[in-house]
């Protein structure tokens, strides 16, 4: 089967908005695909008759200072898998990236997606670390997650504070005294706190005595420059924040 590969320009969200639903059950908002890849540098393949097969793209990024992007919301139906549109689109995507100065991208892949980056060769800085503290309050974050649609009015009535998340549990993503976490958890009625970081980032200093587990993998492909291994990195560098 032949496809036609386009670069990504924003007639194509309506596209995006659909396989979104399709292959990972969610419910953008146009709004939300609008903020969100307006800054994103990718193609789709379509088929001969128009169809949608897969996307691939990456979303622009000051990562300290370096031009980099972020590998985010890869998609491909599943009828049209194992056609090696993965690796087909996101070459074109770094060559994209590179006619736009970008000096790497880098993401988080998950166990989907990490054999795909693989096979484009991606070099690699260790795993990301998630910390979880248990708290002693009504779980009231966790209940209202159990429905998308209290899930989503909670979520955004939380979504002004900075470095900080409410979506399942109670997200940090900044560097904070643990007691401020513990204030804002009662304060937020949140089970969970969660603090997902690499190495390098002060707040794996300060959950140190918390217990941890091994997380998603810190990976990347230079455009022109190789990431730096000591980048602070935490769940707020994600394209899923």
């Not at 996307?55 to 898998?81: H, N």
């Not at 998950?110 to 054999?115: F, I, L, Q």
């Not at 969660?194 to 990347?220: A, C, Q, W």
Request: with cysteine; net charge positive.
């Amino acid at each position: 089967m032949e496809f036609n590969i386009k670069r990504l320009t924003e007639f194509d969200y309506p596209v995006i908005k659909k396989m979104y639903r399709e292959c990972f059950n969610l419910k953008v908002q146009m709004s939300e695909i609008e903020r969100l890849f307006s800054q994103a540098i990718g193609y789709i393949a379509f088929t001969n008759s128009g169809d949608p097969a897969a996307y691939y793209g990456v979303f622009r990024w000051d990562l300290y200072g370096d031009r980099a992007a972020q590998s985010g919301a890869t998609m491909t139906r599943v009828k049209y898998r194992g056609r090696g549109l993965f690796t087909t689109l996101a070459k074109k995507t770094y060559e994209a990236c590179k006619e736009e100065g970008i000096e790497y991208v880098f993401g988080f892949p998950n166990e989907n997606s990490y054999p795909g980056f693989v096979k484009l060769r991606w070099k690699w800085h260790g795993n990301m670390w998630k910390f979880t503290i248990k708290n002693k309050v009504f779980p009231l974050v966790e209940l209202l997650s159990m429905n998308s649609v209290t899930r989503n009015w909670y979520k955004n009535y939380w979504g002004c504070i900075p470095g900080i998340k409410v979506d399942t549990h109670l997200l940090i993503g900044e560097n904070m005294p643990i007691e401020s976490m513990t204030d804002l958890a009662k304060t937020i009625k949140a089970g969970k706190t969660i603090v997902m970081v690499n190495t390098f980032h002060p707040l794996y200093n300060t959950m140190k005595d918390h217990p941890k587990e091994r997380s998603l993998p810190i990976g990347y492909f230079p455009i022109t420059k190789d990431m730096p291994k000591d980048i602070p990195l935490s769940q707020s560098n994600s394209d899923t924040w």
